[in-house]
C-alpha cells in the first residue's frame, strides 16, 4: 500500500479547476491514483463520454493494458475510413459508453485526414504527454507524432475541448508545449504516492547485478534491444531467471512465444511470472503500464531523469533500492534509430536534441561534448566522408 499522502487525484482535482483555452498539466505520481481519474473520475462529469472524450496514451504496451483492464476500447472502427461525409454528432461511437484509447501517432493519422478532428471532444486527456514530445524525432515521414502535437496545440485553444496532460515528469511539456499552460496545484506531499527507501548509484551494472540477492525481484530498464539481450544472458549466467518484453510492433527483433506469454501475464493480470526473478524493459514499457508484482529493486540504466522517474512508476508498490547511474559518469543509451548508420551534420544535431544532454548552465550539449559522453560509454564511434560531406557511425558496445 501507499504510505506517502493522503489523498487520490480524484481526490484533490476537481472538475471545475480544468480550464479551456490553457493545456491542463496534472503532476500525477505512481500510486497516485492517474488512471482511474482519468478513465472514471472525468467521465463521471460528461453525460455521455464515449462520444465525448478520447484518451491518447504513448505506447502499444501501455494501451493494452488498459483496454484488458479498463472501460475502453480501441479504435473506433468508423475512423479506419475516410473522415469526410461521416456525421460525428450521431454516428461517432457505437452506444456502449466505453472511452476510446488510442496512441499519439494513430491521433496524428487521424489529424492529417481531417486537421479539426480534435474538436469532436469535450476532453482530450493525454497519458505522458512528455513522450509524444521525444517520439517526434523519431517518426518517418510523414511525422504523425508532430502533427498529433501541432493538433493538440490547435485544440487547447478550442473553445469546448478541455485538453489534460497527466505525467509524473511534467517539466519538458511545460518547456516545448506551444499552448498557454494551466499547472494544477497539487502538493506532493499530499497526494498518495509510493515510497523509494533508498537510492544507490553505480559505476557498473554489472557489480550491482552481482551485489543483488537471486532470492529478490526487480526490474532492469536499457534502453536498446541489443543490449537487452546481452544483459539478459549476463544476468542468466549469473543465476537470475531473467525474461525481456520489448514492443511487438518490432519486426526486427521478433519475441518468442515464452517472451509474449510474459507480456500477456503483465498487461492483462499486472504481474511477471512467478518463475522469473528480473524483467528487462525498454523503452515500449517506459511508461503507462503498471506491475504490480512486489518488486524488491529497479535499475534504471540511463542518465536521463525523466525516464527515471518513469521507469520507477511502472512499479505500483513501495521499492526498496532504486539503482541509477553515478551522476558524475552518466551513462548514455543510444536509441537504435541512431546506430549502424551514417549521421550528418543535421543527424548529430537532433541526436543531441534527442539525448537532451544539459551543462551546467541547462543548455543543451553540443555535439563535441555529446561525442566524448557517446564514447565514455563505450560505444565505437568512426568517421567518415562520402563526396565533401563528413559523416560519423555509432555502433554497440563491444
Not at 189 to 199: L, S
Request: aromatic share 10%; hydrophobic share 35%.
Amino acid at each position: 500500500m501507499p504510505i506517502i499522502g493522503t489523498k487520490y487525484l480524484s481526490q484533490i482535482v476537481k472538475p471545475e479547476m480544468l480550464k479551456h483555452d490553457e493545456l491542463n498539466i496534472i503532476k500525477s505520481p505512481t500510486g497516485s491514483g492517474k488512471t482511474y481519474f482519468a478513465l472514471t473520475a472525468i467521465p463521471s462529469t460528461v453525460p455521455d463520454p464515449a462520444h465525448k472524450i478520447v484518451y491518447l496514451i504513448d505506447t502499444i504496451n501501455g494501451k493494452e493494458q488498459i483496454l484488458q483492464n479498463y472501460n475502453a476500447r480501441p479504435l473506433y472502427h468508423l475512423w479506419t475510413d475516410e473522415l469526410e461525409g461521416i456525421n460525428f454528432d450521431n454516428d461517432m461511437f457505437e452506444t456502449n459508453q466505453r472511452i476510446v484509447i488510442i496512441t499519439y501517432a494513430k491521433f496524428g493519422v487521424l489529424l492529417d485526414r481531417d486537421p479539426d478532428f480534435h474538436r469532436h471532444f469535450d476532453y482530450i486527456i493525454c497519458d505522458e504527454l512528455h513522450s509524444l514530445i521525444k517520439f517526434q524525432y523519431f517518426s518517418k515521414q510523414p511525422n504523425y507524432h508532430s502533427i498529433a502535437k501541432r493538433g493538440l496545440e490547435r485544440a487547447v485553444r478550442n473553445d469546448h475541448t478541455k485538453v489534460v496532460a497527466l505525467t509524473a515528469t511534467p517539466t519538458q511539456v511545460e518547456n516545448e508545449f506551444d499552448t498557454p499552460k494551466h499547472r494544477i496545484p497539487i502538493d506532493d506531499n499530499e497526494v498518495i504516492h509510493y515510497e523509494t527507501k533508498q537510492v544507490i548509484h553505480y559505476t557498473n551494472i554489472d557489480e550491482v547485478l552481482n551485489r543483488i540477492s537471486l532470492h529478490q525481484t526487480g526490474l532492469l530498464y536499457v534502453s536498446h534491444i541489443t543490449t537487452m539481450k546481452a544483459m539478459e544472458q549476463t544476468a542468466h549466467e549469473m543465476g537470475f531467471n531473467p525474461v525481456s518484453v520489448w514492443s511487438i510492433s518490432n519486426t526486427d527483433h521478433e519475441m518468442t512465444q515464452e517472451q509474449l506469454n510474459v507480456r500477456e501475464q503483465v498487461l492483462k493480470h499486472y504481474t511477471l511470472p512467478p518463475e522469473y526473478n528480473l524483467f528487462i524493459i525498454n523503452a515500449s514499457s517506459e511508461t503507462s503500464i503498471k506491475i504490480k508484482s512486489p518488486m524488491d529493486y529497479a535499475i534504471v540504466h540511463s542518465g536521463d531523469e525523466d525516464t527515471q522517474v518513469q521507469v520507477r512508476g511502472r512499479i505500483n508498490n513501495d521499492l526498496s533500492c532504486l539503482y541509477l547511474p553515478a551522476t558524475d559518469s552518466t551513462i548514455i543509451n543510444m536509441p537504435d534509430y541512431f546506430l549502424d548508420c551514417p549521421l550528418y551534420r543535421a543527424d548529430k544535431e537532433k541526436l543531441c536534441e534527442v539525448l537532451n544532454l544539459r551543462n551546467a548552465s541547462g543548455r543543451l550539449c553540443g555535439w563535441t561534448t555529446v561525442k566524448r559522453r557517446i564514447v565514455a560509454s563505450g560505444y565505437k564511434v568512426t568517421e567518415g566522408r562520402r563526396g565533401n560531406y563528413r559523416f560519423t557511425v555509432i555502433s554497440d558496445p563491444v
